[in-house]
């Protein structure tokens, strides 16, 4: 019996295009409203459900000339309103500073992946402080987009390590009192949940509701808006379900809850990724499953073209599934209620 369960869910896992198509759905590019760059794979942290594998010893850094290549796409292209700045770490790229500031005078909307904790860790490497990103965040009116499992201290610390928790409340707290979370000073911080496991994510709006009120009771803190981000079945969290045994039931739980109106609006129809060498993908996920953008040959900044991208055919695979779950998942969280 359980054989043929497991056949079925290998037969069924990779053909993301073949529910499309029964779904009659066709999901070409929109625009490309944003360029998401991955600048480094170096973090200070090791979380167990990073699709990205980050952690303190990885090396990878996008080069300032990458960087450069990426404003001089962002300033030929004023249709790329936004730039997405993560990582890993983002901050540990030694470039960091200079693209916020540099996209800020581009006139173009600058968020970045924060996880809070590497104010207060700062690099480990250079032993250089990181104290002053709150204000330097303030300063350039960067929307902070950062991960906070959960608001309590047990589940947060088990996702993303001893410690975290604490930290993140430290670094919450030098935020607001830069003015973030505070809806007259239009300094946004957004935070980010994850199942601490192989569920998808409870309601959004439940869950923002439950997090200002005991954010707010418990510590003072103040944010604009929870994102829930449903876990990706590839790299670290996928070794994590393969170890357990619990792999294909998890994907039978995203293919399952496909919802057709959420793949309407899957983040890779208005938004492009660029590797720290300087490859083009569709998402961050594909960037990191090797699936890089082939118009006629590999795509990478050297050679971006904004007409053939936006027409291009995007590639899907049985990770998209995680996107079309449920209320649906992507960088900017939950996309239908």
Not at 114 to 137: C, R
Not at 185 to 206: C, H, K, M, R
Not at 238 to 245: A, D, P, T, V, Y
Request: proline share 4%; charged share 25%.
């Amino acid at each position: 019996m359980r054989e043929n369960f497991t056949q079925k869910i290998a037969e069924r896992k990779h053909n993301f295009e073949d529910i499309l198509r029964e779904s009659k759905l066709e999901l070409p590019p929109l625009s490309i409203e944003t360029l998401q760059v991955n600048i480094t794979l170096k973090c200070n942290q090791a979380c167990l459900h990073c699709h990205v594998d980050s952690s303190p010893i990885r090396t990878e850094q996008m080069s300032k000339e990458t960087v450069d290549k990426c404003l001089g796409i962002l300033k030929d292209h004023p249709q790329i309103k936004n730039i997405d700045i993560t990582g890993g770490a983002p901050e540990l790229n030694p470039h960091f500073d200079y693209l916020v500031s540099e996209a800020k005078k581009l006139g173009k909307h600058v968020l970045v992946r924060h996880n809070l904790t590497v104010t207060i860790d700062g690099d480990q490497t250079s032993k250089a402080s990181k104290m002053y990103l709150p204000k330097f965040y303030a300063e350039h009116g960067v929307e902070v987009i950062s991960s906070l499992p959960y608001y309590q201290e047990y589940f947060t610390d088990k996702q993303r390590g001893k410690g975290v928790f604490q930290k993140s409340i430290q670094s919450m707290k030098m935020l607001n009192e830069v003015g973030y979370g505070d809806e007259k000073s239009g300094l946004i911080l957004d935070l980010v949940y994850n199942p601490v496991g192989a569920f998808l994510p409870a309601s959004q709006e439940t869950l923002e509701k439950d997090y200002k009120e005991e954010l707010w009771k418990n510590f003072g803190l103040k944010f604009t808006n929870l994102y829930t981000i449903t876990n990706m079945p590839i790299h670290r969290f996928k070794e994590q379900l393969e170890r357990h045994g619990t792999y294909d039931e998890y994907m039978e739980k995203l293919i399952n809850a496909f919802n057709p109106s959420a793949a309407m609006g899957v983040m890779c129809r208005s938004l492009l990724s660029v590797s720290y060498d300087g490859k083009i993908f569709d998402c961050d996920f594909n960037q990191m499953l090797g699936m890089q953008v082939f118009i006629e040959k590999p795509r990478t900044v050297l050679d971006f073209d904004y007409e053939k991208l936006v027409k291009r055919n995007i590639i899907f695979d049985s990770h998209c599934f995680g996107c079309t779950a449920g209320a649906g998942s992507s960088c900017g969280g939950a996309i239908s209620e």
